[in-house]
């Protein structure tokens, strides 16, 4: 059911690709230090929403490990951008815990999550219209700022040297997407395909421990999707990944582990080739009892709707 992985890597050409440099070439700003390996592990346990008496989630886990990709699928209403939501701090589950690095984490709000070490992407891309691409990204680093507030407003040194070294690190990001000579465009005005990988560049440049990433192939070309699946490989190796996708065979190709619901609860959990054998996943997304020999094939090629969990 799972495709192999391609062979176009570093330096292919295309909306995603990540150009190699070129001899002679200067990095443009301050380059991270070599990454070490993955340490931070999410746990999300028994997880329940309500909204209004009518349940969303019903006693939902799921464990991302230090440097995993764990896919999180199921059928249109399943539940699964619910439960991205209470990874991200916009919903607050009915009854569960989350426990971060090691830690509960209670009554999380969505700003706190660059200080946690995470960082997320929308359904869509939500940039701001009215800013710049580099400045979009700069947003995203703001958690590596030292100069507070006070600095900033009275214009003092250190606020300058900061914003130079923000704006570095926001170029270094969007170079390492192959959109660094997008940075002085507006984003209303480019592709949707470079839209989402400034998007993205804006969630990697603060180096998270955790990226969440919620439907990033939708409106993507195979091109462009196949360089997006090459790309969360790469990421794995320096930060763990949680994935809501509805495009079956990159979620197939890219995951380690998959956790799948339908209506609001778990009805399967594991390695990729043990999801697409669990006859309740194939019955989840073909809706009736099936051959899962004979449907399996039908599963990975599927791209599973285009709805939203």
Not at 212 to 234: C, K, V, Y
Not at 246 to 271: E, F, K, N, P, Y
Request: proline share 6%; hydrophobic share 40%; with cysteine.
């Amino acid at each position: 059911m799972a495709g192999g992985r391609g062979t176009r890597g570093k330096g292919a050409v295309g909306p995603l690709a990540q150009p190699s440099p070129t001899a002679g070439s200067t990095a443009t700003g301050p380059r991270p230090a070599a990454p070490t390996a993955p340490t931070s592990r999410l746990e999300m346990t028994g997880i329940s929403v309500a909204f209004g008496g009518v349940t969303a989630l019903s006693d939902v886990s799921l464990v991302v490990e230090p440097g995993q990709v764990h896919g999180l699928i199921g059928p249109n209403g399943a539940g699964k951008t619910t439960l991205f939501n209470v990874a991200c701090g916009l919903v607050r589950p009915s009854a569960g815990e989350m426990v971060w690095r090691g830690r509960p984490v209670r009554r999380l709000r969505p700003h706190q999550l660059a200080g946690l070490g995470i960082s997320r992407t929308l359904q869509g891309v939500g940039l701001f219209a009215g800013m710049t691409v580099l400045e979009n990204v700069m947003v995203g680093a703001h958690r590596h700022a030292r100069a507070g507030f006070a600095s900033a407003l009275l214009a003092l040194p250190r606020s300058d040297a900061d914003e130079r070294a923000l704006r570095a690190r926001a170029t270094a990001a969007l170079a390492d997407l192959g959109a660094e000579r997008y940075a002085g465009r507006y984003p209303g005005g480019l592709p949707y395909p470079v839209q989402k990988r400034v998007a993205l560049a804006r969630a990697l440049v603060s180096e998270p421990d955790l990226l969440l990433l919620d439907e990033p192939a939708s409106g993507l070309g195979e091109d462009e999707m196949h360089e997006l699946g090459e790309l969360i490989r790469t990421l794995s190796g320096r930060m763990s990944v949680l994935l809501v996708e509805h495009h079956m065979d990159l979620v197939m190709r890219v995951c380690d582990r998959i956790t799948v619901l339908d209506s609001g609860r778990q009805i399967s959990a594991g390695t990729p080739a043990e999801v697409q054998a669990d006859p309740a996943v194939t019955e989840a997304y073909l809706g009736d009892d099936v051959d899962v020999a004979a449907d399996a094939a039908a599963l990975s090629a599927t791209e599973g709707g285009r709805h939203h969990g």
